[in-house]
């Protein structure tokens, strides 16, 4: 519907006094067993008006579109969709949930790899609307949460700004953010979160609260608050001086047998330590053939120089790009901006090639002997490794210089069930291998252990301010921090 109208209003208020006598049958029970009633707020419907916040229903028009998430392998149907439009329209939202006692999902950019953005009976709040950005005297940039990377390089590079995050257009950049966030400049700048300096944020009683400085709730967003306790409405972030350019190597090997491409995921390893902090490099093993990209944007490029010229010795084709204007660059790493089938996940992070030189083998065979199956490694490290970052995120896995991330593309469902299986083989083995770290900004729903495989140590801290935020586990998914 487009707009909430009386005769809709009138409906949702007749749902509704379903929800209100639930509540009052709860009340009943405890008169009768001689329990006091405690002074609990009866949810009430809140006003949704339309400046700030449309509802709809899988029979409104406007339904389907606002169900399509990038990942086309899960498709959900919720009971309710909230359009917001500001704040106020979150706050509403998740008055509504509780007054027709709802689970709450939150969208932004929508590409989440596991669908954890949508649901097939509850709430989705939809932020997709809330676009605005406001740059401060500072060179901060305040941001709604419904922006996507591409609009943020369009208003942040003509005006020679950056921010350390990833580098697909479509991406949302509230849900990099929130957990963790990486990509070119990451290893100079740190982590997208660690640029995060203060946030408006709606718990789950529809409470709002700006967060800043030492704030344990501003602590918990910096790689724990995806979906899990409040939905994050304002984003402020420092920004950086935009580079001058930007350079991209890449070598280039084909027809890989499993020794050849263990060799160079070694020769891979090796170099990559010696990278300066302005230098980003990704190992992409896509079957039986392998693209080594290694970017920079200093003039210092002695490491990124070694490692090329290792890396050309043993490759089949390698070629330096040019010194490119940076957002003409960026572009080229824009990627697919239409929802497409597959199924990515993180393979684990790691500390170095020996930590998975005893699997390593059986995975790289697999690779290249599965249909469309992509292993890829990327570094983190860096800068991202610092202490005073640390103490202010709750991002886990900074002393693990690499990331490594697993990949699956397909046309049609019917090829979905083989690539899956293939896809299973793999983490199987890094599993049983005793790889247990993961990004949660790259979620499998098969990781056992995912809690803690995604927050470490600071669960107990992440768990108090789900308490705190969330009590009643309004918002939530299939992998959120349970209570
Ligand atoms: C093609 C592609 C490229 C990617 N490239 C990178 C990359 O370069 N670097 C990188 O670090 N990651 C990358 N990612 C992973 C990406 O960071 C995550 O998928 C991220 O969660 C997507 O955020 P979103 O807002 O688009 O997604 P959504 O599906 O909207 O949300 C993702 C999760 O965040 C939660 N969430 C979203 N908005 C809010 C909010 N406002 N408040 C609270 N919780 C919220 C949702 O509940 C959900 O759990 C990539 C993903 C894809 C599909």
Redesign the pocket.
């Known amino acids: 519907m487009s707009n909430y109208n009386r005769r809709d209003f009138a409906k949702l208020m007749m749902l509704g006094g379903i929800g209100y006598t639930v509540f009052s049958c709860a009340d009943d029970k405890k008169q009768e067993k001689g329990v006091t009633p405690e002074k609990e707020a009866v949810p009430t419907m809140p006003e949704l008006l339309p400046e700030n916040i449309k509802i709809y229903q899988k029979a409104d028009a406007e339904y389907q579109d606002l169900t399509i ?3 086309k392998r899960i498709q959900q149907a919720p009971t309710y969709i909230a359009q917001c439009f500001n704040t106020e329209g979150v706050v509403a939202a998740m008055q509504f949930a509780n007054f027709k006692d709802l689970k709450v ?14 649901t097939n009976d509850g709430l989705v ?1 939809d ?2 609307e809330m676009k605005k950005m406001d740059w401060n005297p500072d060179h901060s940039l305040t941001v709604e ?2 922006c ?2 591409k609009e943020l390089y369009n208003e942040m590079l003509p005006k020679q700004r950056i921010l350390p ?4 257009a ?14 070119f400049f ?1 290893r100079k700048y740190g ?2 979160c660690d640029s995060l300096q203060e946030i408006t ?1 709606v718990d789950g009683k529809g409470n709002i609260h700006h967060e800043s400085g030492t704030s344990a709730i501003l602590k918990a ?1 910096k790689g724990g ?9 304002k984003m402020k972030f420092r920004t950086y001086q935009a580079p001058k350019f930007f350079q991209a190597y890449r070598c280039k090997a084909y027809k890989l047998t499993t020794s050849r491409a263990k060799k160079l995921l070694e020769t891979w390893f090796t170099h990559s330590k010696n990278l300066p902090t302005t230098a980003f490099a990704a190992f992409v093993l896509n079957g039986k053939t392998l693209t080594v990209l290694i970017t920079n944007y200093a003039d210092d490029n002695k490491g990124v120089l070694d490692m090329y010229n290792a890396l050309k010795e043993i490759s089949d084709k390698a070629t330096i790009g040019s010194k490119r204007p940076l957002a003409k660059a960026l572009r080229t790493f824009y ?2 901006q239409h929802p497409i089938y ?1 199924k ?1 996940a993180c393979a684990g992070l790691y500390k170095d090639f020996a930590q998975i030189e005893g699997c390593i083998d059986d995975v790289i065979s697999k690779v290249i002997s599965s249909r469309g199956l992509i292993y890829q490694v ?1 570094t983190l490290g860096g800068n991202i490794n610092s202490s005073s970052l640390e103490k202010r995120s709750v991002f886990p896995h900074r002393s693990y210089p690499y990331l490594s991330e697993l990949q699956s593309y397909w046309d049609k469902p019917s090829q979905e069930a083989s690539r899956l299986e293939a896809f299973q083989e793999v983490q199987d083995r890094f599993y049983k291998h005793g790889i247990r770290a993961h ?5 499998d729903i098969n990781f056992k252990d995912f809690e803690t495989s995604y927050y470490g140590k600071y669960l107990p801290e992440l768990k108090k301010i789900k308490q705190q935020l969330d009590p009643e586990n309004r ?1 939530q ?1 299939p ?2 921090i349970s209570l």
């Open positions: 998430r990038f990942n999902v939150v969208k932004s950019g929508g590409h989440s790899f596991e669908g954890f953005s949508s709040i932020l997709a949460t419904g996507i990377l995050s990833g580098s697909c479509t991406v949302g950049i509230a849900g990099l953010t929130l957990g963790g966030g990486y990509g990451s982590l997208t944020l967003c608050g995806n979906g899990n306790f409040g939905i994050v409405t990627g697919v597959f990515n990327n990004y949660r900004n790259y979620p918002i998914h992998q959120s």
